[in-house]
């Protein structure tokens, strides 16, 4: 944790240049998936086709994260934390950059689902969107105070969506079962449930670089949600 | 301060206080310096870590108002005890400056004074073989092979410490000491030094100061932090500058101190 800043202050508005990237990043890949489980549950096509197109700002700033860490490497040979924060904001940067896909990865299956009716996964659907909301708001939020404990507290959270997921995937199991009709659309909602446990499992890799890179010390092995029905889920 | 024990120990210093007058400037320092890796001695200015480096040949013993106090040994002889010839030390112990500092004789005579005095060559013959042998180590023996009698001091300023450096290992030290042997060079001939420090490691226990932060990650294989005359924090050079365990050391390493 920084008590003082540096004597070249050039080098204090290139971190913070740095961060406020990671967090307009974290922003847009948050609102990202609210936007994209909304537009899911509203069955609307418009909006969903809005978060595809947005995901292009998010890739931007990344390469421009990358450049600004390439510089400041560079340029300002940062050490000790320093060095860890700019490389994490590197990593960081990469894995928003990847939970912006799996946002618009769901925005893309609401067209072929607004075809199909309303299932009882949907309210599921929601409550998880919501949670994994939560916990990219929350992370980043972390980094912001580069605050390790609150990172610790996000990283404690994602068995809480493994449960969902794994609830989601037993109510869906069934309905597949009683009407070999939902199977499409099903499928779908199963892969949706797949990409919200994904930005879970990513936003707890981001808690860990939090961490690491405020602490020096690696945060422990995560206890994964039980998951019967994928014995090597990840 | 944890202290790092090693097989290849080849000097010791242990709560060593050096005053200038009535002035500390070195206040209970203990570290071990081995064989096998260059050690870095960084900080601020005024620190101590140059006066801590001249206790270790007694190169302090030139001041008048200093005084030295602890125990610091070389091969576990205490270096301070009476019975220590000073100019034999040296010449076990040896020591690169700052400013490059050539004899203002031939490159040749320059490298050949201390085995000469130290009576380390028998013959003309044996003398050029030491003469080739030193500057051979020290990289500059290309170089100057064709111009041995030319006077030192018109060597380039990174060939004429290159020079000192094959100076020092004439004599055939088991110590050498370097404050900041490349603050007047510039980055290529400061990279020839860094290269040449490297392929000393080893064969020579090396110490070196400097201010230089880059430089200390890139020579060193283990770091010491001299804050205020005390060694704050001494480790792996790849921890220091990762993941220092002290603020000071983490404020003064991302230029955040004072």
Known sequence: MATTGHTVKAFDEDLGELRAFVSEMGGRAEAAINEAVAALIQRNVDAASKVVANDKRIDEIEAEVERLVIRLIALRAPMADDLREVLAALKIAGVIERIGDYAKNIAKRVPVLAEEGRSEAGTLLAAMGKAVEAMVHDVLDAFAARDPQAAAEVWARDKTIDDFYNSLFRTLLTHMMENPHSITAATHLLFIGKNLERIGDHATNIAEMIYYASTGQQLGERTRGADAFAPDAN | ?258
């Open chain 2, 1 to 258: 301060m944890t202290q790092q024990t090693s097989n290849a120990l080849k000097m010791t210093a242990r709560g060593v206080n050096v005053f200038y007058g009535d002035k500390q400037a070195i206040q209970d320092v203990s570290i071990d310096v081995d064989m096998d890796n260059v050690t870095a001695f960084i900080g601020p200015s005024g620190c101590g870590k140059s006066t801590f480096l001249r206790t270790l040949n007694r190169m302090n013993d030139t001041v008048a108002s200093a005084r030295v106090e602890g125990q610091i040994t070389l091969d576990g002889e205490d270096i301070y005890s009476s019975g220590m010839d000073v100019v034999q030390l040296r010449a076990r112990v040896g020591m690169v400056f700052q400013k490059p500092n050539p004899f203002p004789k031939s490159i040749y005579e320059n490298v050949a004074y201390g085995p000469r005095i130290h009576g380390l060559a028998a013959s003309k013959a044996d003398m050029d073989q030491v003469v080739e042998k030193s500057l051979r180590r020290a990289g500059l023996w290309e170089e100057v092979k064709d111009r041995l009698t030319e006077s030192g001091t018109a060597l380039s300023g990174g060939q004429q410490q290159r020079l000192c450096i094959a100076r020092a290992i004439a004599v055939d030290p088991e110590v050498i000491l370097m404050d900041e042997p490349c603050s007047a060079l510039d980055p290529i001939a400061t990279a020839k030094i860094e290269e040449l420090i490297h392929e000393l490691r080893g064969r020579y226990a090396i110490v070196i100061v400097t201010h230089n932060m880059q430089q200390a990650a890139r020579v060193s294989q283990k770091t010491a932090f001299f804050h205020l005359g005390t060694l704050i924090e001494y480790g792996e050079t790849s921890e220091i500058f990762t993941n220092p365990r002290e603020t000071r050391t983490k404020d003064y390493i991302t230029g955040r101190y004072g």
